[in-house]
């Protein structure tokens, strides 16, 4: 049974840090590319990094390139990411998933960076 269960997310400042955790079971994180996604209040969901399976190469959207940070612990089998300078543009629940599970989502977790 392949489960893909965010955490770590809070209420927190503008311009602080905060690392959201994916824990994963029913596959290994480094057999398969794992992307976090984020919803805000009434907009679509897009994407938000990603990370390679075959070599760990991390991929951004311009709108957080250079301020998170995508990793993965194959012993732990987790995913994590790295969220430095926060906005309140950066608040939304945050969502992890892989190929070919995309018809199916957790609850993800809130992240909301108060001003």
């Known amino acids: 049974q392949v489960q893909l269960v965010e955490s770590g997310g809070g209420l927190v400042q503008l311009g602080t840090s905060l690392t959201l955790s994916c824990e994963v079971s029913?596959?290994?994180?480094?057999?398969?590319?794992i992307g976090w996604f984020r919803q805000a209040p009434g907009k679509e969901r897009e994407g938000v990094s990603s990370?390679?399976?075959?070599?760990?190469?991390?991929y951004y959207s311009d709108s957080v390139k250079g301020r998170f940070t995508i990793s993965r612990d194959n012993a732990k089998n987790t995913v994590y990411l790295q969220m430095n300078n926060l906005n309140p543009e950066d608040t939304a629940v945050y969502y992890c998933?892989?190929?070919?599970?995309?018809?199916?989502w957790g609850q993800g977790t809130q992240v909301t960076v108060s001003t």
């Open positions: 998933n892989a190929y070919p599970y995309f018809d199916s």
């Open positions: 029913g596959f290994t994180v480094d057999s398969l590319a």
């Open positions: 990370i390679s399976s075959a070599d760990g190469t991390p």
